[in-house]
């Protein structure tokens, strides 16, 4: 299955910078998600937007989806060093009950 | 919350032999699990979905017979790699998800570093 493109593939701020990564897809989805995944170690759920959902926070990620352009982007304000990761969005967008990941975007938070 | 576990978490093994990795579903039943495979620095890519009770469905360009995988209960797939070989070390991880319906997130294991050599 084709997947989702993410840029930037990896990202470098300070402490309390705000982090933003963009993900794009290619087909109609009924939602996209964001995904964190520490080194080494599974991936942890972050947020979910559905397809009729134009923003949503949770804490101090804010996620925007257009469905018109096929994107969205994940913004994490005020990043922290333990915010370092490598964040990916999925999509159902190859139907059913699966998910589609994107490349990734490897965010380093330094002190 | 929701807690997937997966076992080994490292496995190291001959060329040639065959390696299971066992993903459970703690606190919830899941009649779907998915692995996936990732490789460093890249994304997830998955290999098939298991359904308990049944066969699994396995993605374009996934051998079925080398990756074997069985669901026979609500709380365990488990994943075999057979006569495994050097390009099979990889990253594995399985997920589910804690109740049905597209709008739900995945909960994942903490994957299996298969090194075989």
């Known amino acids: 299955s084709q997947q989702g493109e993410e840029d930037p593939q990896a990202l470098s701020i300070q402490e309390g910078e705000n982090a933003t990564m963009n993900c794009s897809y290619k087909t109609s989805i009924n939602n996209l998600q964001w995904y964190r995944q520490n080194s080494g170690r599974g991936l942890v759920h972050l947020i979910l937007?559905?397809?009729?959902?134009r923003e949503k926070h949770s804490g101090r990620l804010r996620v925007t989806l257009d469905t018109s352009k096929k994107s969205s982007s994940l913004l994490i304000t005020a990043s922290r060093a333990a915010d370092t990761a490598s964040y990916f969005c999925a999509t159902d967008e190859g139907g059913g009950n699966k998910l589609t990941f994107g490349t990734g975007t490897q965010l380093k938070v330094e002190l | 919350g929701a807690v997937v576990s997966q076992h080994p978490s490292r496995v190291i093994c001959k060329s040639g032999t065959s390696v299971k990795i066992e993903c459970r579903s703690l606190?919830?039943?899941?009649?779907?699990m998915f692995w996936y495979r990732q490789f460093p620095k890249q994304s997830l890519m998955l290999m098939a979905t298991s359904n308990e009770g049944s066969k699994a469905t396995y993605e374009q360009g996934v051998e079925k017979d080398k990756f074997l995988i069985n669901h026979a209960s609500l709380t365990l797939s488990t994943l075999t790699v057979t006569s495994a070989h050097p390009e099979d070390s990889s990253f594995y991880i399985c997920?589910?998800?804690?109740?049905?319906?597209?709008?739900?997130?995945?909960?994942f294991g903490n994957g299996t570093r298969l090194t075989v050599t």
């Open positions: 937007i559905r397809s009729n959902e």
């Open positions: 606190d919830f039943q899941a009649t779907t």
């Open positions: 997920s589910a998800r804690d109740y049905l319906g597209i709008n739900s997130p995945l909960h």
